[in-house]
């Protein structure tokens, strides 16, 4: 008789915790949901992952999709998604989830981002407002990026004396930025402050010298100056170092372009 009672005894608790647990579920109607939105930012961190990752773009669209559908509209995500559609060249998709982002509580990142795609569109003056708002944040990390942008939108219109401002705003931020130096030289080149581009040009080249883009900006300064012999052997030194045979054609037609 003992030994059933206690058996009768463990059934009836199992039983009553049974009945507990199914209370408790149907009690919490938020447990699922929490649940969801952590999978969501797992889902969320892969995609960034992958978006840092050459060849990795469909990876990194797979799992940002599946976050935005387990939580959607997060602003992060969407930041995110509008980057990747930038990647993938579609500037129209991006700017629409540029905007998804910026209409629910995107931060001064977003913004920064948005204007960063507005000046790769030419849409110079919305860009140099949306720059302007994402500074408006003095907590948003990457200042230096946003006075860049805003340095860009500026220079699109013709504005170089304050694109200039606003670059050198960007070096107080990031004072090592060869960017920065590189948006400094083609703003002087666009003022026609030829000897202060050079300058720079050639600090840069000493530090990236198979640097075509720069080996360019820096012919067409030194052609503006009438260099043509200093420009020649800029792009001779390039050709010699070289180990690209694609460049060193490219040199080549350069110099001929220079008799």
Same mark, same amino acid.
């Given at each position: 008789? $003992?030994?059933?009672?206690?058996?009768?005894?463990?059934?009836?608790? $199992?039983?009553?915790?049974?009945?507990?647990?199914?209370?408790?579920?149907?009690?919490?109607?938020?447990?699922?949901?929490?649940?969801?939105?952590?999978?969501?930012? $797992?889902?969320?961190?892969?995609?960034?992952?992958?978006?840092?990752?050459?060849?990795?773009?469909?990876?990194?669209?797979?799992?940002?999709?599946?976050?935005?559908?387990?939580?959607?509209?997060?602003?992060?995500?969407?930041?995110?998604?509008?980057?990747?559609?930038?990647?993938?060249?579609? =500037?129209?998709?991006?700017?629409?989830?540029?905007?998804?982002?910026?209409?629910?509580?995107?931060?001064?990142?977003?913004?920064?981002?948005?204007?960063?795609?507005?000046?790769?569109?030419?849409?110079?003056?919305?860009?140099?407002?949306?720059?302007?708002?994402?500074?408006?944040?003095?907590?948003?990390?990457?200042?230096?990026?946003?006075? $860049?942008?805003?340095?860009?939108?500026?220079?699109?219109?013709?504005?170089?004396?304050?694109?200039?401002?606003?670059?050198?705003?960007?070096? =107080?931020?990031?004072?090592?930025?060869?960017?920065?130096?590189?948006?400094?030289?083609?703003?002087?080149?666009?003022?026609?402050?030829?000897?202060?581009?050079?300058?720079?040009?050639?600090?840069?080249?000493?530090?990236?010298?198979?640097?075509?883009?720069?080996?360019?900006?820096?012919?067409?300064?030194?052609?503006?100056?009438?260099?043509?012999?200093?420009?020649?052997?800029?792009?001779?030194?390039?050709?010699?170092?070289?180990?690209?045979?694609?460049?060193?054609?490219?040199? =080549?037609?350069?110099?001929?372009?220079?008799?």
């Amino acid at each position: 008789m $003992i030994t059933i009672s206690k058996r009768l005894l463990q059934i009836c608790m $199992i039983m009553a915790a049974a009945v507990l647990l199914t209370a408790c579920a149907t009690t919490n109607p938020t447990k699922e949901p929490v649940n969801e939105e952590k999978l969501a930012h $797992i889902h969320y961190q892969l995609g960034l992952d992958a978006l840092g990752k050459e060849g990795m773009l469909p990876k990194a669209f797979d799992e940002l999709m599946t976050s935005n559908s387990l939580h959607p509209n997060q602003p992060e995500v969407l930041d995110a998604l509008a980057y990747a559609w930038l990647l993938r060249g579609d =500037m129209d998709k991006s700017e629409q989830y540029y905007k998804k982002a910026l209409a629910h509580g995107a931060s001064a990142a977003s913004q920064n981002n948005y204007a960063n795609l507005l000046n790769r569109m030419q849409r110079f003056e919305e860009a140099e407002a949306m720059a302007r708002k994402s500074l408006d944040d003095p907590r948003y990390a990457n200042q230096d990026l946003a006075f $860049i942008n805003l340095g860009d939108a500026l220079l699109g219109q013709k504005k170089a004396d304050a694109a200039i401002t606003a670059y050198k705003q960007a070096q =107080m931020f990031n004072p090592d930025s060869d960017r920065t130096e590189g948006k400094l030289a083609n703003a002087f080149f666009q003022q026609g402050r030829l000897n202060e581009a050079a300058i720079i040009y050639y600090g840069l080249l000493r530090k990236d010298p198979g640097n075509r883009s720069l080996v360019e900006a820096l012919v067409e300064v030194l052609k503006q100056q009438h260099k043509q012999g200093e420009a020649r052997h800029v792009l001779e030194s390039f050709s010699k170092q070289s180990t690209s045979s694609l460049d060193k054609a490219w040199a =080549m037609d350069k110099i001929g372009q220079l008799e």
